[in-house]
């Protein structure tokens, strides 16, 4: 279709929002702004002079969003101690938390401060 002016890439979820088209002479172009754990159909399409060319269609899921830091409470007695872990709602699938603890020797501890 001509001297090459430009790429036109258009986009929108697949529930049926509004289709947004951006144009870029790039090869590689980063889409932001997108939401977490949504499917996106892509439609790329060359653009010359002589018009726009055939649009490849491209289906895409993007990602879910990155776990938000977890609240930890803890109770002690003599012999234990017991630690309550809450992970906060959002939009993304926990796969695992990973908690970790260090044992803190008694002799670092002392009653009489300096």
Same mark, same amino acid.
């Given at each position: *279709? &001509? ?6 890439? =258009? $986009? ?15 090869? *590689?172009?980063?889409?932001? &702004?997108?939401?977490? !754990?949504?499917?996106?159909?892509? $439609?790329?399409?060359?653009? &010359?002079?002589? !018009?726009? &060319?055939?649009? %490849? ?7 879910? %969003?990155?776990?938000?830091?977890? =609240? %930890?409470?803890?109770?002690? =007695? ?18 695992? $938390? ?17």
């Amino acid at each position: *279709n &001509g001297m090459f002016l430009h790429f036109s890439i =258009s $986009y929108q979820a697949t529930e049926g929002t509004t289709n947004t088209t951006v144009t870029t002479t790039a090869v *590689n172009t980063t889409i932001s &702004g997108l939401q977490f !754990g949504t499917r996106y159909i892509f $439609y790329v399409a060359f653009v &010359g002079r002589g !018009g726009a &060319g055939p649009a %490849a269609q491209i289906s895409a899921l993007t990602l879910q %969003a990155d776990p938000s830091q977890p =609240s %930890a409470t803890h109770t002690v =007695s003599t012999t234990q101690i017991s630690v309550n872990v809450s992970v906060p709602i959002a939009r993304y699938v926990l796969d695992m $938390y990973c908690v970790t603890f260090t044992r803190i020797s008694v002799s670092n501890v002392t009653d009489n401060p300096p």
